[in-house]
């Protein structure tokens, strides 16, 4: 039987989702904690690989086990055995053919600022401290450049393996709630710390250090020197994983 996976995680302590010789990881923890509470080894495959200390919401994964317990039992008996950081927030029985990686159609992040003259105890390991005040309606002029189909060289890590980098960014939104600045955006697919050098190169414009007008020469240069730093990996969470199947019902 497949079984799929809504998973909600803190990313703080892990050294991102997959398994890792040097870290541990979410994947790792949750195949240990099926094997302790069922005692079979199954692996685990997610939408996507999140990096250390990277948050979601809405991951989705998938596993394939013989067992006659309901699928829907499988959340709480895997939260029995997971630590607290981790929570599985739904489980389904899945199509046999369902694969959370290669039917997934696009993904939602959202980065989040925490804007204040002095950081929050709270928030510290979910949100990005930045003192001074932001220009969110520049930030969101210079957010409307990247959507589209384009080549988003410029904004992948360096010496990344990746053949193809063109993507497609759907919606990109910046809004300011309170203290905080979200930036949200929705793709078909991003390339190796693309979201979080699009966060940061937006942060560099709402300081004024980039102007609203060079993005789209950064854009069109595919050079990662020219656009922003990669804004820190806590700031940022996977919130939702979008499918064309009958998958889309059961999330």
């Not at 909600?8 to 398994?19: L, P």
């Not at 997610?46 to 394939?64: C, I």
Request: hydrophobic share 40%.
């Amino acid at each position: 039987m497949r079984i799929g996976l809504k998973i909600e995680y803190d990313g703080t302590a892990y050294g991102g989702w997959q398994r890792q010789k040097n870290a541990p990881s979410i994947q790792q923890t949750i195949e240990e904690a099926l094997e302790r509470a069922l005692g079979c080894s199954c692996r685990v495959i997610g939408a996507g690989r999140t990096d250390a200390g990277v948050h979601a919401y809405g991951q989705v994964a998938h596993l394939d086990i013989e067992t006659k317990i309901p699928a829907d039992r499988f959340s709480y008996i895997l939260n029995q055995k997971l630590p607290d950081d981790i929570r599985i927030v739904q489980s389904w029985q899945a199509a046999e053919n369902f694969h959370a990686r290669r039917d997934a159609i696009g993904k939602h992040y959202r980065y989040t600022i925490y804007q204040a003259p002095h950081a929050s105890a709270l928030e510290r390991n979910s949100s990005v401290h930045v003192p001074q005040q932001l220009d969110v309606k520049k930030m969101q002029q210079a957010a409307q450049v990247l959507i589209g189909e384009h080549d988003f060289s410029a904004f992948r890590t360096v010496g990344s393996n990746i053949v193809g980098t063109v993507r497609t960014v759907y919606r990109l939104e910046v809004q300011q709630q309170g203290q905080h600045i979200h930036i949200d955006i929705w793709g078909n697919g991003f390339l190796y710390n693309m979201v979080r050098i699009i966060a940061g190169t937006l942060i560099e414009v709402g300081k004024g250090k980039i102007p609203v007008q060079e993005m789209q020469s950064i854009l069109d240069s595919k050079e990662r020197a020219r656009a922003g730093a990669t804004a820190p990996a806590k700031g940022l969470a996977m919130c939702e994983v979008f499918y064309r199947t009958e998958e889309v019902g059961k999330l």
